[in-house]
């Protein structure tokens, strides 16, 4: 459920803006909602701060590949794989 996860996870980043986890999150479920020119901008920010990179790559991937930028979604796709 899509909108009731993208409505929880507006909620707690009302609390914490700033939190490269919940950004991430945020991310993701904007990717999987079609949304991935906003999905960017989160992506970008939580990627150097979390400690897994493999999700936040992989969301980029598809996220660029639906943007018609495929040099960049070559390059994280390849870093998906590289990651933990």
Known sequence: DLPRALAIIQSALA???DNPS???TRG???VRSGRSQEAVGDLEFALPLV???R???TALA???R???LRDLASEHGRLAKESQ
């Open 51 to 53: 400690a897994s990179k």
């Open 55 to 57: 999700a936040a790559h």
């Open 28 to 30: 993701e479920i904007l």
């Open 15 to 17: 609390k914490f803006p």
């Open 66 to 68: 639906s943007l018609g």
């Open 62 to 64: 598809e996220a660029y």
């Open 22 to 24: 919940f950004r991430e």
